[in-house]
Structure formats: structure tokens, C-alpha cells
């Protein structure tokens, strides 16, 4: 079987998985490390306006109980992590903050802070955000800040 054989295999095998490294024992004993990602499928790709305005409506979105649902600054983790995993928004924080001001959404009631966001901390939460809503009746409260916009601005994308 050549390389090029075993790629395309490996491509079908591994066609909407989740992840991000493979190693694979070859004919010869050799470890072949296969990188593989279902980002591009997954990804929601809205234009930078159905963005905007999906940020815009979920600072003004409130709970139940007529509260914002996005309240603190820190709370930008969870719309971070749903811009640059599913959207496709750059990961650096500076370059990220770039893309908000020319999106021009610097300005919102809770403005982003790259600094609040690098404070949070989440253990319980998975890395792919599209899992986050699974935890929505079992997070703790500091990460159902997070979830509750993570999981709406999905939801507004998805709609939007």
C-alpha cells in the first residue's frame, strides 16, 4: 500500500472525527503521526454580519429572573471559545480583539477584556464548546456563566 493510499485511508477512517493526533503503526514498525481535525466540518461559518448581530442580541438577551445573561467581562471565554471554535475567529488574544473592533463590537455593554478572559479557568468543561451545553443542569455556577452565553450565542448563530 503506498503513502498515498494509507493518507486517503486515513482521511475516510478519521472523515468527521474529533481529533487531533493519531499515531499509527506502519509495515515497517515505524509510528506515522497522522494530525486530523473535524473543524472545517463542523465549523458554522455565519458571515461577519450575522456575527455581529448575534453578539449584539446576546448582550441584550436576559434570564428568567430579567438578569443579563451576559453580565461580566470574564464571560467572554464562552464567547470566545464559540467564535474562534466554530467560527473561525482568530485564537490570539490581540488579533481576536482586532477582529471584534473591526466587526466594530468593542464597544458592547460588556466590552471584551483579554485580560479577564485569560483569568477564567474551566476543568469541568470539555474543550469542543459544542459539548458545553451537555453540562447545562450539572456545572458548577462559575462555569454556567460561561456555558449559558456559549451556549446561546450557538443557538443565535445557528438562527441568526
Known amino acids: 500500500m503506498t503513502d498515498e493510499m494509507k493518507e486517503k485511508m486515513m482521511q475516510g477512517l478519521l472523515h468527521g472525527a474529533t481529533i487531533g493526533q493519531l499515531n499509527m503503526v506502519v509495515e515497517s514498525g515505524a509510528t506515522v503521526n497522522y494530525y486530523g481535525s473535524s473543524r472545517a466540518n463542523t465549523a458554522i461559518t455565519p458571515t461577519e454580519e450575522q456575527v455581529k448581530r448575534a453578539v449584539e442580541k446576546l448582550m441584550e438577551e436576559k434570564d428568567e429572573g430579567g438578569k ?93
Open 68 to 160: 443579563y445573561l451576559m453580565c461580566e467581562q470574564q464571560q467572554w471565554y464562552g464567547v470566545k471559545a464559540v467564535l474562534t471554535k466554530l467560527c473561525e475567529f482568530p485564537v490570539k488574544p490581540a488579533q481576536f480583539e482586532r477582529t471584534l473592533e473591526n466587526l466594530e463590537l468593542a464597544h458592547l455593554r460588556v466590552a471584551y477584556n483579554g485580560e479577564s478572559v485569560k483569568k477564567v479557568h474551566l476543568h469541568q468543561l470539555p474543550a469542543n464548546v459544542e459539548l458545553w451545553h451537555q453540562y447545562q443542569n450539572t456545572a458548577d455556577d462559575y462555569s454556567m456563566k460561561q456555558i449559558k452565553v456559549a451556549v446561546r450565542l450557538i443557538d443565535l448563530l445557528k438562527y441568526e
